[in-house]
């Protein structure tokens, strides 16, 4: 027999995709700011309370897997094998190809690069965007602290944590214009692999000399 409560949560998880998927079809059809949360609950056929019950705000409607990104990104540097470096274990995660950098299939790859023009044509999505890095960033930095057994107020964690993140959001802003300017994979996932070499390679190698 099928346990209830597995059975809930599916149903549950069905009930997000749904809403989530119907958002996504919406948005990028007629652009984040032109669609109402009223819009999407009546799409989807589910009261607008339920909406708000699995996505907090309207911006998470887009954004609502980035929860597993921080949680993936902060357990790969936690879990790194000894001897592996933060700035290491950091870079073979953003390295690593996941969600438009893996897919080959041609319609999922279009869908996902009208997701990616919606996104940087909303002001409303950028901002939300940005107050989830800085919580990105305030994680790693707590997590830096931790493992370093940095002296409490130190500044070198949040450095760390900054110049980690900058090249995060920087892969991220990279990724976007070549989509938008249409470039595709395999020589786009090449492309940023390339430019997230070198930016992990200006950190580990120092900024001392840097311009001068």
């Known amino acids: 027999m099928t346990h209830p409560q597995g059975l809930r949560e599916r149903k549950k998880q069905q009930t997000r995709d749904l809403i989530a998927e119907t958002a996504r079809s919406l948005f990028t059809e007629r652009g984040f700011d032109a669609v109402t949360v009223d ?24 954004y609502w897997r980035l929860e597993t990104f921080e ?18 274990a950091f870079g073979r995660f953003v390295l690593e190809r996941r ?17 990616t ?8 999505l950028l ?14 930095a ?13 500044v070198e964690p949040w450095v760390a944590a900054n110049a980690l993140m900058g090249v995060h959001r920087a892969l991220v802003d990279f990724t ?6 249409g470039m595709r994979n395999p020589q786009l996932a090449r492309e940023v692999r390339r430019q ?5 390679a200006l950190l580990e190698h120092g900024l001392g000399r840097l311009g001068a």
């Open 39 to 62: 819009e999407v609950a009546r799409e989807a056929d589910v009261s607008r309370k339920t909406v708000f019950n699995y996505f907090p705000t309207k911006e998470d409607l887009v």
């Open 71 to 88: 949680s993936e990104l902060l357990t790969a540097i936690d879990e790194r094998a000894p001897g592996e470096s933060i700035t290491g």
């Open 99 to 115: 969600g438009l950098l893996a897919q080959q299939d041609p319609g999922a790859v279009e869908r996902l690069a009208a997701l």
């Open 117 to 124: 023009r919606m996104i940087v044509e909303s002001p409303a």
């Open 127 to 140: 901002a939300r965007e940005r107050q989830i890095f800085e919580r990105y960033t305030a994680s790693l």
């Open 142 to 154: 707590k997590l830096i602290a931790e493992q370093t057994r940095a002296r409490p107020g130190a």
């Open 176 to 181: 976007r214009e070549r989509i938008v300017a």
């Open 196 to 200: 997230g070499r070198r930016a992990l």
